[in-house]
């Protein structure tokens, strides 16, 4: 239940990882996000969400779902303990040996809290690509909100480029057409097998056995209420040609999109309300940090959201703590204190 509007969406997976920050019950929590689960329920539940380059937090341990985009972040209130947070968990680790050692050499020396700077959006470049936003938002509150968050970014010295395109937007944020489902499927199935077989005990060492199992205890997993056509999906699924393909598919997206935006406009990061930015980060595996930034309604939270490419957690935090500094916007949820039963 979102603790602001009991009827809003906490939206998902790590939605318990939001909300019991948002609600005061932890002062920090884990996400684990393969398109959108930390961004979308921090943005949702009025925390800060930080999504790091995939291989910047191991995730061994972690029921994988698509390892090329799986990734460890920080849920927290404050964009500080969300970076103290991530102090503490990025590293090598040789269980989660590939990724891991890849993006080690993003992890600068003195590690992420020295880039919590008041200043930070001084010199700044950030882009604003409105074909990401502008359909789902138009009319809404939440964009008034943003136009004037993008002032208070150029007064604290940021330059905003505005009104900017990415090539192939609306393939980039239909799973269906940019390849991810198809990878996702596949993916999930080779890791979950890899994943339960290494279990030093376990009732079900495939996604065979608990498609079997579930099927066994309908009763108990729910199976006629929520089904598990997903599950059956990818375990008829192989990682042939087709699923070769999507991956080389969201690799291309990704250069001609993201990468090339950046690059041609020598942009810091990009900067946009909500959750829109989800897939454009999913694709390739890159960093996004999300605050709060206002309530529909005086009610519902939403967020703004910062994303850059692989590596760029420095510029990143520097841009959303200042924001966050300037602005100050969240608030606890309103509601009737409640206490939680000890006996």
């Not at 200043?119 to 409105?130: A, M, S």
């Not at 937007?169 to 996702?184: Q, Y």
Request: with cysteine; aromatic share 6%.
């Amino acid at each position: 239940m979102n603790p602001y509007l009991p009827s809003g969406d906490p939206c998902g997976s790590s939605s318990g990882s939001a909300i019991s920050v948002a609600a005061n019950m932890v002062t920090v929590s884990l996400g684990s996000e393969t398109h959108g689960s930390i961004l979308c329920p921090a943005d949702h539940n009025s925390v800060v969400g930080l999504k790091p380059t995939v291989g910047l937090t191991s995730r061994a341990g972690v029921i994988p779902v698509l390892p090329q985009h799986d990734t460890i972040g920080a849920i927290s209130r404050t964009v500080s303990d969300a970076v103290y947070l991530l102090d503490v968990i990025v590293g090598f680790d040789s269980r989660d040996y590939e990724a891991t050692s890849e993006a080690a050499k993003y992890i600068p020396v003195g590690g992420y809290k020295q880039f919590l700077n008041e200043n930070g959006l001084k010199g700044k470049r950030l882009g604003v690509v409105r074909n990401l936003f502008s359909n789902a938002l138009n009319g809404s509150t939440v964009i008034t909100a943003f136009e004037n968050h993008l002032n208070t970014l150029r007064q604290s010295g940021a330059t905003i480029v505005d009104d900017l395109e990415m090539a192939n937007v609306d393939v980039i944020s239909n799973p269906g057409k940019s390849g991810e489902l198809t990878a996702m499927l596949a993916g999930f199935k080779i890791a979950l097998n890899e994943y339960l077989q290494e279990l030093v005990s376990s009732p079900v060492r495939s996604l065979a056995d608990v498609i079997a199992f579930n099927q066994n205890n309908a009763d108990m997993e729910k199976t006629k209420e929520y089904g598990q056509g997903t599950f059956i999906s990818a375990e008829k699924s192989g990682f042939g040609e087709k699923e070769r393909k999507a991956v080389e598919l969201m690799e291309k997206l990704s250069q001609d999109g993201i990468e090339k935006l950046m690059t041609e406009n020598e942009l810091d990061a990009l900067v946009t309300p909500g959750t829109r930015v989800i897939s454009v980060l999913a694709l390739g595996g890159y960093p996004g940090i999300t605050v709060p930034a206002g309530y529909v309604g005086n009610q519902m939270p939403f967020g703004i959201c910062f994303g850059g490419l692989k590596g760029t957690e420095p510029k990143l935090i520097e841009i959303a703590y200042a924001f966050e500094q300037a602005t100050m916007i969240r608030r606890p949820p309103f509601g009737t204190p409640f206490w939680i039963d000890e006996r």
